[in-house]
């Protein structure tokens, strides 16, 4: 996995969603935005009808909704919790999970974990897309 540089180090303490969308235009993209020796976090936009793969993480993760609805479908959740711009969203470990964003905008999400955990697929029910 190459390294990604993060937006936000020390020297550059604040990163503007607003400059960033503008930056980067239309979904989908990712950025690295925050990379220290115990966590990473991603800022994600989405397109509505595009889910991303079902995979699970050895560590806790969580995310932060900034924009848009999204769907989250989580191991053992007998239906999926429905997040919308300001709700935040617990992923617990070893718990698959994917996505679906829904609506009619771009889905915009920070997504928080352990510094160098990946998607995992080793599991039943697992499968990149």
């Given amino acids: 996995m190459a390294d990604r540089i993060p937006l ?7 990163m503007r969603v607003s400059e960033l969308k503008t930056k980067k235009g239309g979904a989908p993209w990712s950025e690295a935005l925050v ?3 115990d966590i990473q976090a991603f800022i994600i936009c989405q397109a509505p009808g595009h889910p991303n793969d079902t995979h699970y993480h050895l560590h806790d993760e969580w995310w932060v909704m900034l924009q848009g609805e999204i769907n989250w479908y989580i191991e053992e959740e007998p239906t ?21 964003p829904v609506g009619s905008e771009p889905t915009i999400r920070v997504a928080i974990n352990a510094r160098g955990e990946f ?7 697992c499968k990149p897309l």
Wanted: glycine letters at 10%; hydrophobic letters at 30%.
């Fill in 80 to 100: 999926p919790i429905r997040a919308r711009a300001g709700d935040f969203v617990f992923g617990p470990k070893n718990r698959w999970h994917h996505l679906e």
């Fill in 119 to 125: 998607h995992r697929y080793d599991r039943p029910g």
């Fill in 35 to 37: 990379m220290t020796d």
């Fill in 8 to 14: 936000m180090e020390i020297g550059n303490l604040q």
